[in-house]
């Protein structure tokens, strides 16, 4: 478990405990569609969003996701790094232009 999801640990238990599976899935779930109100509106298709909002929201649903690792025992910053690498080898000729003939 990493540094960040060590302070999620703490303050969760410090609060009496973690929720169930399906409960903080939900609860992601609903950052998710909170991050995706404000983005909406940053992009003027929705209400005015403003940079510190979409900041917030990013950290709720990192603090979300945190929480869902914790309870697997997955620390986040080495899944990132294995799906980095997973990007890099699959997609490494994607976004590469078209050679002229």
Same mark, same amino acid.
């Given at each position: 478990?990493?540094?960040?999801?060590? %302070?999620?640990d $703490? =303050?969760?238990?410090?609060?009496?405990?973690? #929720?169930?599976p399906?409960?903080?899935?939900?609860? !992601?779930?609903? $950052?998710?569609?909170? &991050? +995706?109100?404000?983005? =909406?509106?940053m992009e003027?298709v %929705?209400?005015e969003?403003?940079?510190k909002? &979409?900041r917030?929201? !990013?950290?709720?649903v =990192?603090?979300? =996701? /945190?929480?869902?690792?914790?309870?697997? *025992?997955? *620390?986040l910053?080495?899944a &990132? $790094?294995? +799906?980095?690498?997973?990007y890099? /080898?699959?997609? /490494?000729?994607? #976004?590469?232009?078209?050679? +002229?003939?």
């Open positions: 478990m990493n540094e960040h999801q060590r %302070k999620v $703490e =303050l969760i238990r410090e609060f009496g405990g973690y #929720w169930g399906t409960e903080m899935l939900a609860a !992601l779930m609903e $950052e998710v569609g909170e &991050l +995706s109100r404000e983005i =909406l509106g003027g %929705k209400r969003g403003n940079g909002k &979409l917030e929201e !990013l950290g709720d =990192l603090f979300a =996701l /945190s929480c869902i690792a914790n309870h697997y *025992d997955v *620390d910053l080495e &990132l $790094e294995e +799906s980095i690498e997973k890099r /080898s699959r997609d /490494s000729r994607r #976004w590469e232009k078209p050679t +002229s003939t």
